[in-house]
């Protein structure tokens, strides 16, 4: 599966941004989808994380985003979300869209995720 990441921008503190991340190649519906940021001098960090269709969609979240970002998908446009909101500097990052198509491996462990995006940058301004 292919992964094309956009929506990424430069926003001020408490504004907000919707990534997008559109896919192309094989059964999205079937593949768990999830958002991974690595600033600049840091490792890369789990975002967020969808379940495929089959496991029910449930959602996952890193405590720091709890509250403020939501992901979803729409299986019929083969695309993932991720709506950014109360945005602060610390969320600044390069943003990652992963898929993987089995369940096995801890879902915030980026060496199960078989597949990345380009990335996308986000910069929220103080």
């Known amino acids: 599966v292919q992964l094309q990441a956009s929506g990424g921008g430069l926003v001020q503190t408490g504004g907000s941004l919707r990534l997008s991340c559109s896919t192309s190649?094989?059964?999205?519906?079937?593949?768990?989808m999830g958002w991974f940021r690595q600033a600049p001098g840091k490792e890369r960090e789990f975002v967020s994380a969808?379940?495929?269709?089959?496991?029910?969609?449930?959602?996952r979240y890193t405590d720091s985003v709890k509250g403020r970002f939501t992901i979803s998908r729409d299986n019929a446009k083969r695309t993932v979300y991720l709506q950014m909101n109360s945005l602060k500097p610390e969320d600044t990052a390069v943003y990652y869209c992963?898929?993987?198509?089995?369940?096995?491996?801890?879902?915030?462990?980026?060496?199960?995720?078989?597949?990345w995006g380009q990335g996308t940058q986000v910069t929220v301004s103080s």
């Open positions: 992963v898929a993987r198509s089995h369940t096995a491996g801890y879902y915030f462990s980026p060496e199960t995720y078989g597949y």
């Open positions: 190649g094989s059964t999205f519906r079937n593949y768990d």
């Open positions: 969808i379940g495929s269709s089959g496991s029910g969609s449930g959602t």
